[in-house]
């Protein structure tokens, strides 16, 4: 079946650096990939997407480029902040009416000023 | 306005006792998902709405789990017997037509269920 690797955390930073949170799938098809972000006492919310491979999604200065040939979607920001601090989860979508969402475990990013 | 809401936020229970748990999608969503999210893990799949009726089911862990959306609009989630290994926040999520990958599934905030 589906499935959503993300890499082990949590993940600590200072203000400025830069980020990379690795994430593959394996996946029958040609999946749809997503970043969620669940900010402290908030609900998950989507941050960004691809919907086929090379395409390129981006929010809020992040993103993550949808890679067949590596099953990868990695995030990647250039310059964190504190108000990043966040639980960040990759995940896919099968294609057509396959609609369910498959998670990874979700990392936890912690931006120190 | 009004996004998904999720009642109760918080529920306790002992083991044995029923509960249910209900979601307000967004109006006008036709497709509706239940989620359940244990301690340091993603949100899993376990069942998909659209209207009224049931299109995947395939997440429900065993028939002590049971949901319903009658009138196409509100959802309960049931579940008889409660152990306490379904203690977790439970998620509900709607978008506008599940039958496309790319519409957006807007999440609640969430009930965290505990089970004594």
């Known amino acids: 079946g589906d499935s959503v690797t993300q890499m082990e955390g949590p993940v600590t930073l200072s203000e400025e650096a830069f980020l990379t949170i690795n994430c593959t799938y394996t996946a029958t098809g040609y999946p749809s990939l997503f970043w969620y972000v669940q900010y402290p006492g908030e609900g998950l919310q989507l941050l960004l997407k691809?919907?086929?491979?090379?395409d390129k999604g981006s929010n809020k200065g992040f993103e993550a480029t949808y890679r067949k040939e590596t099953t990868s979607f990695h995030l990647e920001k250039g310059s964190v902040q504190v108000s990043d601090s966040a639980v960040y989860f990759c995940?896919?979508?099968?294609?057509?009416?396959?609609?369910?969402?498959?998670f990874g475990k979700g990392i936890t990013l912690s931006v120190r000023p | 306005g009004a996004g998904v809401s999720q009642t109760p936020s918080n529920k306790v229970t002992e083991k044995g006792k029923y509960v249910e748990l209900r979601c307000d999608p967004i109006?006008?969503?036709?497709?509706l998902y239940w989620y359940r999210q244990s301690l340091g893990q993603g949100p899993e799949f376990l069942i998909y709405f659209q209207g009224t009726g049931a299109a995947d089911d395939s997440g429900l862990p065993n028939d002590r789990f049971f949901a319903v959306r009658p009138e196409g609009s509100v959802s309960t989630l049931k579940i008889q017997r409660t152990e306490r290994g379904d203690s977790a926040v439970y998620l509900c999520?709607?978008?506008?037509?599940?039958?496309?990958?790319?519409?957006?599934?807007?999440f609640g905030p969430g009930t965290r269920l505990t089970v004594l």
């Open positions: 999520a709607s978008s506008t037509d599940g039958t496309s990958s790319y519409n957006e599934q807007f």
């Open positions: 109006s006008g969503h036709t497709a």
């Open positions: 995940a896919l979508r099968g294609p057509g009416a396959n609609s369910k969402l498959t």
């Open positions: 691809a919907t086929k491979a090379d």
